[in-house]
């Protein structure tokens, strides 16, 4: 069973400022396989990434993804405000932890 | 768009089960080839994929759960169920309805909003 690990569990930064959140995985993983959620309190996870790095229908451009095999990367150019959230990542049918984006 | 709605009872008692429908509006749920998912959420924790249908009623679970589940489809009435035996307080969360990918796994979405099942007596 693959096990996804979030770093960090909580990300305190500024409006503006550059967000990198990571994803490993216990074993190498197909890129395909690969995607990440923003969820708001009391909101349902929307999807954000796919594939690993195809945005969703929607997403601002300032969410981008890459990586591959076992390290993964979420990362948000310039914060806004409505992005401080709970991030989390998804490989088949296992999720990683969550960040916890919040606001510095 | 599809839009994905949860129904069913808020409040299960222990040892009982919990029943769960999902309803499928803006689309067909035959249509496209997707998989259709149960995912949950205890207060405060992280997500967990209970199980998924297609709508030719193949089903695949969550080996932890796969004892207590039971996923079924209606595509009469556009909507696919979940039931989870034997509950316990563990149980207790939040549970989604989503649509998978074809091939299933690669993601889910839309959500439906989720709904708040709390085993107590």
């Given amino acids: 069973e693959i096990v996804l690990t979030q ?19 216990s074993q190498s993983v197909s890129s395909s396989y690969l995607a990440w959620y923003q969820q708001k309190p009391g909101q349902a996870p929307r999807l954000l990434i796919y594939g690993a790095s195809s945005r969703a229908t929607g997403i601002p451009d300032r969410f981008s993804g890459s990586g591959s095999g076992t390290d993964f990367t979420l990362t ?29 | 768009q599809v839009q994905l709605q949860e129904s069913g009872p808020g409040l299960v008692k222990p040892s009982q089960t919990l029943s769960l429908t999902c309803t499928v509006s803006g689309g067909s749920i035959s249509s496209g ?27 695949n679970y969550n080996p932890s759960l796969k004892s207590r589940v039971t996923i079924s489809v209606d ?10 035996s034997s509950v316990t307080a563990a149980d207790t969360a939040v549970y989604y309805c989503a649509r998978d990918s074809s091939p299933p796994g690669f993601w889910f979405d839309p959500w439906g909003q989720g709904t708040l099942v709390t085993v107590s007596s």
């Fill in chain 2, 33 to 59: 080839s997707y998989y259709w998912s149960w995912i949950r959420q205890p207060a405060g924790k992280g997500l967990e994929w209970i199980g998924r249908i297609y709508t030719s009623g193949s089903t």
């Fill in chain 2, 75 to 84: 595509t009469s009435k556009n909507q696919f169920s979940l039931k989870l």
């Fill in chain 1, 76 to 104: 948000i150019s310039r914060l806004e405000p409505e992005d401080f959230a709970v991030y989390y990542c998804q490989q088949s049918e296992t999720f990683g932890q969550g960040t916890k984006l919040e606001i510095k």
């Fill in chain 1, 7 to 25: 770093s960090p569990g909580t990300l305190s930064l500024s409006p503006g400022e550059r967000a990198t959140l990571s994803c490993r995985a």
